[in-house]
């Protein structure tokens, strides 16, 4: 109560502080004449005039006024379009590394060029983080028009683009592209054999926009790089056809997490089928000989009960295509991981490519807490503010619009069944369609929008679909959604990346009407018709009460739903939201209330009748909040996981990085030998123990075996006080000989050469290897529990155990190819080949794949020459010639158009 009275009078504490930022906007403002006043030219001196004044001691906040109303005028010359004061309040809140929470249609776009232009200032690189590749593309041509008449330079990238331009794109002042390709340049940048390859710079400062989505909805997914395995089809299609012929009695399904498990009946029924096909060594499923078979049953279960076509994949072209859960979008080659893609692709009878080991990863939380500076902006982030701040230390702000919100949110109608709620929902469309107002409707499957779209045609209402089958019309159909009397079903509406305008969208009607006339006046007269047109829609649109949202279900996620409304009431304009729901709906039948709501809603509720009720909505606020936080925990397990990763990977990239820098690597090779020399005889001759003890046979084996040496250590051992000290001060002086002398007998700049070489492969192979195992333990630590252990703990420990042991395997390996091996001459000025490898962004704990294929990766010719008993990792065949289809942007992983049957980076693409 009393926090109540308090907020009426002075404010929210939110209110407070977009308050205090009024003082810097008034500054900003005083500058506005001076501005005005200047040439172009003048105005784009300010650029070089900045810069001069941050070498000289200046702060960026000491400029941030001057500056932002730099950019104000660039833009009223450049676009026509002056930013509002809330406009430069979000870009402050930007500069100052918080989240700004701003209502769709608000410009978000043109607020965050205040904040890049001042901090691309001081030169160190801006990345502008967006959630796909068309908005990446669009925001860098468009507001790099602003940036390039200031003077500085925009560079993007999106898939398919080659080392040299993504180099390019990341040395611009300001880079714009999406949170998949970033992340993964990292990681490619960290498999790389030379500095000179690398395309990142050091981070300084990034703005990641639809923040909400990315650093939310994609962070419990990490980044994954890998490269393929053996083929194991067959066994996918054998288990396949036993997983079918179980019933629902034989497992236990959770809809919640998408787990599922057999029962002990289930258990025997899969053991007897499993050993009539030969898939089962001895009798007992759960013998560890059977690990594997243990594990694609399970897969292949997921697949057949939990994962639905047409909801969660579809079938085109042969090919299993995933549906991101949150904007309805087909994705393209991703890929679920362990095994699940190809129990489905079995599932679905097509062809079945194989499964890929882990090469490098990391999640979004760690990439983006790289950054010394991080902001972002979004307008639904306030129900995750807690969030924000636990994990990247960010405060939200929400930005007031410019204008007062004209929407009127209706309650909630509830229905017993989706029949009765779906007749609803189109009798309803059906009257707003009439009366000329433009519906949006929010589905959250291609099912239901298509069985939506049956009863609207049943009604005689003309509408457009907009799912997954139909993405490539997406930003089309978007534009006009808001023309008179226009009727749009949508799979989702998060992060689509296009307003839309009342009366229709001028930009996108010229493109679709007008793209085969050429300029001139005819042109010109066309073009006044249509925006005389959108016009007159637009006034009639806004007499029938603007955009009307339906949503035909409650997301999971709350902000979800709040995206969804934010499509309507856009910039000061009147509109309508309003949500159906029924006792069917996924939300209330896995988290609402339980059986008691059930049955008051069925004894009290007649066939085709609706209740609406606040008590109702608050339950389903209730099972939203409930879901937020289980995904919430499972983001920040996530988190915990990748911490223990995290600390070791920045050793290894560390060692990298340093192994690059280094004009020799002598030193670290030594010390390698020797502590190799310390770990032998520490075996062999443990401390503490008797002379009669020691392991004579084992000391020499493994001399001879590592270092080469063939020791008289039996006539060492005959020796009066001999002690371990003086036997690894001997083997250490003669390993070392030994190595001066080879390497005297070439030249010490090919040697260099190669001992960098060698490092670089044996970190790059033994590291990859630890992945695997690390992600393998993660799959069963959780058994852990039954033993009264926390998981993270043992988690902890067992990975600190298995990173010591890679470190000794690795300094024993290095220093057993070097000894062991005889140089051959290399070609000159040539590094080793990134492996083949695929991207891909997956759950650690159900296999789920959410990325972007394009894996960006140039192919690279082979640094050194072969050497004896040095295995070369990911060193390819390469080519030469021209691509003829180098212009037409395929990923890496589609087929090769020649109809090879190959991939495209196995086929033409290899010749890039």
Request: hydrophobic content about 40%; proline content about 4%.
């Amino acid at each position: 109560m009393l926090g109540a009275i308090v907020k009426s009078i002075f404010g929210s504490s939110n209110e407070r502080y977009v308050k205090s930022l009024e003082k810097i906007v008034g500054q900003i403002n005083a500058f506005e004449p001076t501005m005005e006043a200047m040439s172009d030219e003048e105005l784009a001196a300010q650029t070089p005039k900045f810069r001069e004044l941050l070498a000289n001691g200046s702060t960026l906040d000491k400029i941030l006024p001057e500056a932002f109303a730099t950019v104000r005028e660039a833009s009223k010359r450049v676009f026509g379009m002056r930013h509002f004061d809330v406009q430069l309040v979000g870009g402050i809140v930007l500069h100052r590394g918080e989240i700004a929470e701003m209502r769709t249609g608000e410009g978000k776009t043109l607020v965050a060029t205040t904040a890049t232009y001042l901090n691309a200032l001081e030169g160190k690189g801006v990345h502008v983080v967006t959630v796909n590749d068309y908005l990446a593309r669009r925001d860098a041509e468009q507001m790099g028009k602003l940036h390039g008449f200031l003077g500085l330079t925009v560079g993007v990238i999106v898939p398919n683009i080659n080392e040299w331009e993504r180099r390019e794109a990341y040395g611009a002042d300001i880079t714009y592209g999406t949170n998949n390709e970033f992340g993964f340049d990292y990681l490619r940048d960290n498999m790389k054999h030379d500095r000179s390859q690398m395309v990142h710079r050091p981070f300084n400062f990034a703005i990641v926009d639809e923040v909400d989505s990315i650093l939310v909805d994609e962070a419990r997914t990490p980044l994954i790089i890998s490269g393929p395995t053996d083929d194991k089809s067959e066994l996918y299609i054998q288990v396949d056809a036993i997983v079918k012929q179980l019933v629902p009695e034989d497992y236990e399904a959770d809809e919640k997490t998408k787990n599922i498990s057999l029962t002990e009946d289930g258990v025997e029924k899969a053991e007897r089928m499993l050993e009539a096909a030969g898939l089962l060594e001895g009798s007992n499923l759960y013998d560890v000989e059977n690990t594997q078979v243990v594990h694609h049953l399970d897969q292949a279960l997921k697949g057949v009960v939990m994962f639905k076509r047409d909801t969660d994949y579809i079938v085109k072209d042969g090919k299993v295509v995933i549906i991101d859960e949150f904007t309805g979008r087909m994705m393209d080659g991703r890929r679920w991981s362990n095994g699940l893609h190809q129990a489905v692709e079995a599932k679905e009878g097509v062809n079945i490519e194989p499964e890929n080991q882990t090469l490098a990863s990391i999640t979004f939380q760690n990439y983006f807490r790289m950054y010394p500076k991080l902001s972002g902006m979004t307008g639904t982030a306030a129900t995750e503010a807690a969030e924000f701040y636990d994990i990247y230390k960010m405060n939200v702000v929400t930005i007031p619009t410019n204008v007062p919100v004209l929407r009127v949110d209706e309650e909630d109608e509830f229905y017993k069944n989706t029949l009765d709620k779906f007749a609803a929902i189109a009798k309803l469309i059906r009257d707003k369609n009439e009366s000329g107002q433009p519906v949006l409707v929010g589905t959250v499957s291609i099912e239901k929008s298509e069985l939506l779209s049956e009863f609207l045609n049943k009604e005689g209402v003309k509408h457009s679909v907009l799912n997954a089958r139909f993405h490539e019309m997406e930003a089309h159909i978007i534009a006009q959604a808001g023309s008179l009397g226009a009727v749009t079903i949508a799979t989702n509406m998060a992060g689509r990346g296009t307003d839309i305008q009342l009366g229709g969208n001028v930009e996108f009607r010229t493109e679709d009407e007008l793209s085969d006339m050429p300029e001139g006046p005819e042109r010109d007269a066309a073009v006044a018709k249509i925006k005389a047109e959108v016009a007159e829609q637009k006034r009639l649109v806004i007499a029938a009460g603007g955009l009307c949202v339906i949503g035909t279900e409650r997301h999971e996620s709350r902000r979800i739903d709040n995206q969804l409304r934010g499509r309507s009431g856009r910039q000061g304009d009147p509109g309508l939201s309003k949500f159906y729901l029924c006792l069917e709906d996924d939300l209330l039948r896995i988290f609402g209330p339980d059986t008691l709501f059930s049955r008051m809603m069925n004894s009290n509720l007649a066939d085709g009748e609706a209740i609406g009720s606040k008590w109702l909505s608050k339950a389903i606020e209730t099972a939203q909040k409930k879901v937020e936080a289980r995904n919430y925990e499972v983001r920040k397990q996530v988190v915990e996981y990748d911490d223990v990763m995290n600390d070791q990977r920045k050793v290894i990239y560390e060692q990298r990085a340093d192994i690059m820098d280094s004009d020799t690597v002598d030193e670290v090779v030594m010390e390698m030998r020797a502590d190799t020399v310390n770990a032998i005889v520490a075996d062999a001759c443990p401390a503490g123990s008797y002379p009669e003890h020691w392991k004579i046979d084992v000391l020499k084996e493994k001399s001879l075996d590592i270092l080469g040496l063939d020791l008289p250590i039996d006539a060492w051992f005959e020796e009066d006080g001999i002690d371990p000290e003086t036997i690894e001060q001997r083997i250490a002086e003669l390993a070392d000989a030994r190595m001066a002398e080879k390497m005297s007998q070439d030249d010490p700049s090919i040697w260099r050469q190669v001992e960098k070489s060698i490092l670089l492969d044996r970190l790059d192979h033994y590291w990859k290897e630890h992945l695997a195992t690390l992600d393998a333990l993660r799959q069963v630590v959780f058994l852990r529990a039954y033993a009264q252990k926390t998981p993270i703990n043992e988690y902890k420990q067992e990975a600190f155990g298995l990173f010591e042991r890679m470190l000794e395997t690795i300094r024993e390996d290095v220093t057993r190819i070097l000894s062991l091996s005889q140089l051959q001459m290399p070609d000159q000025g040539q590094l080793p080949e990134l492996p083949d490898f695929l991207t891909g962004h997956i759950d650690p704990f159900t296999g789920l794949d959410d990325s972007s294929d394009g894996d960006g990766s140039g192919r690279m010719p082979e640094l050194f020459g072969s050497f004896a008993g040095s295995p070369q990792a990911g060193v390819g065949a390469g080519g030469s010639g021209q691509d003829p289809y180098a212009d037409m942007a395929l990923s890496r992983n589609a087929p090769c158009p020649c109809g090879s049957g190959n991939k495209y980076k196995h086929c033409h693409g290899a010749l890039a």
